[in-house]
Antibody
Framework: EVQLVQSGAEVKKPGESLKISCKTSGYSFTTYWIAWVRQMPGKGLDWMGIIYPGDSDTRYSPAFQGQVTISADKSISTAYLQWSSLKASDTAMYYC??????????????WGQGTLVTVSS | QTVVTQEPSFSVSPGGTVTLTCGLRSGSVSTGYFPSWYQQTPGQPPRTLIYSTNIRSSGVPDRFSGSLLGNKAALTITGAQADDESDYYCVLYMGSDIAWVFGGGTKLTVL
């Protein structure tokens, strides 16, 4: 069974750094793309970016380029999303999602449970 | 500016049929956009319904179907049930640079 288990909720202050995780199991981590998706309170889904753990090929939505960093650790089948300096506007639920195959055009098919990030002074 | 367009809201009667659409601000949706559909209820992660236009995800009932309708992708729900009341999102593949873009979502009411 494919599973994506995300790290717990975080409360941070503006300007702080943060790295959240998505631990996967039940499939070959290195042969499926993994994406991160933001959902701001009461809003829709925003696709942020994606990584292919096999070779660390990473793509970002233009809206998130330079704002976050996506990475992966093959040794522990875990993907990460990190910020160097959080803003209040980063307050949101963040989901990791496995895409359905080794091709970039394979859509998201399995989802983590979400990590709530709250940024407040 | 929303590149991928969806109806903000829709309503359907129990037992009825509803078709939600997913379009582009400019141009037509084709199979090459690999349109996919997700259902989300409050407090839950999205659930994958349809991928690559019309392939039903494992465990999804066959009353959910995907297609192309005119210049848009479409999600049709037949025999609507109360627990179909959810937000529905489509996502399109926009090429290797931008990769994927979600639509704004449709809030479906069953009443």
């Amino acid at each position: 069974e494919v599973q994506l288990v995300q790290s717990g909720a975080e409360v941070k202050k503006p300007g702080e750094s943060l790295k959240i995780s998505c631990k996967t199991s039940g499939y070959s981590f290195t042969t499926y793309w993994i994406a991160w998706v933001r959902q701001m309170p009461g809003k829709g889904l925003d696709w942020m970016g994606i990584i292919y753990p096999g070779d660390s090929d990473t793509r970002y939505s233009p809206a998130f380029q330079g704002q976050v960093t996506i990475s992966a650790d093959k040794s522990i089948s875990t993907a990460y999303l990190q910020w160097s300096s959080l803003k209040a506007s980063d307050t949101a639920m963040y989901y990791c999602a496995r895409h359905g195959g080794p091709q970039l055009w394979s859509a998201p098919d399995s989802w983590g449970q979400g990590t709530l990030v709250t940024v407040s002074s | 500016q929303t590149v991928v367009t969806q109806e903000p809201s829709f309503s359907v009667s129990p037992g009825g049929t509803v078709t939600l659409t997913c379009g582009l601000r400019s141009g037509s949706v084709s199979t090459g956009y690999f349109p996919s559909w997700y259902q989300q209820t409050p407090g839950q992660p999205p659930r994958t319904l349809i991928y690559s236009t019309n392939i039903r995800s494992s465990g999804v009932p066959d009353r959910f179907s995907g297609s192309l309708l005119g210049n848009k992708a479409a999600l049709t729900i037949t025999g609507a049930q109360a627990d179909d009341e959810s937000d529905y999102y489509c996502v399109l593949y926009m090429g290797s640079d931008i990769a994927w873009v979600f639509g704004g979502g449709t809030k479906l009411t069953v009443l």
